[in-house]
């Protein structure tokens, strides 16, 4: 079982940048996708982007393409969304999670607690 510590999460103006970092226990984290997901206040967790357990491969939702970059260090059990340019609609709690890669929760099986991303006008 993969332990996940989600962190990076702030407040910041649009525009503005942002790490967050997906902190691993577990032997097995290596040999999983990573994936960062998105969850605005009454809304569905989305997909935003995920990594292949080499890190050979990246993949991105629409709106992170260009902006995001998602990376990871298995020999430090951590992977990290690099977040720039944010807009508002970028606002919401952001989760690591390990599985499969696809954008479908049900692919997943550990998650972060979560971190909350605040992008302001």
């Known amino acids: 079982q993969v332990h996940l510590v989600d962190s990076g999460g702030g407040l910041v103006q649009s525009g503005g940048s942002l790490r967050l970092s997906c902190a691993a226990s577990?032997?097995?984290?290596?040999?999983?996708?990573v994936a960062w997901f998105r969850q605005e206040p009454g809304k569905e967790r989305e997909w935003v982007a995920a990594?292949?357990?080499?890190?050979?491969?990246?993949y991105y939702a629409d709106s992170a393409k260009g902006r995001f970059t998602i990376s990871r260090d298995n020999s430090k059990n951590a992977a990290d969304l690099q977040m720039n340019n944010l807009k508002p609609e970028d606002t919401g709690v952001y989760y690591c999670?390990?599985?499969?890669?696809?954008?479908?929760?049900?692919?997943?099986?550990?998650w972060g607690q979560g971190t909350l991303v605040t992008v302001s006008s």
């Open positions: 577990g032997r097995t984290f290596r040999t999983y996708a």
């Open positions: 999670a390990v599985g499969s890669g696809s954008s479908k929760l049900e692919d997943y099986v550990s």
């Open positions: 990594i292949s357990w080499s890190g050979a491969t990246q």
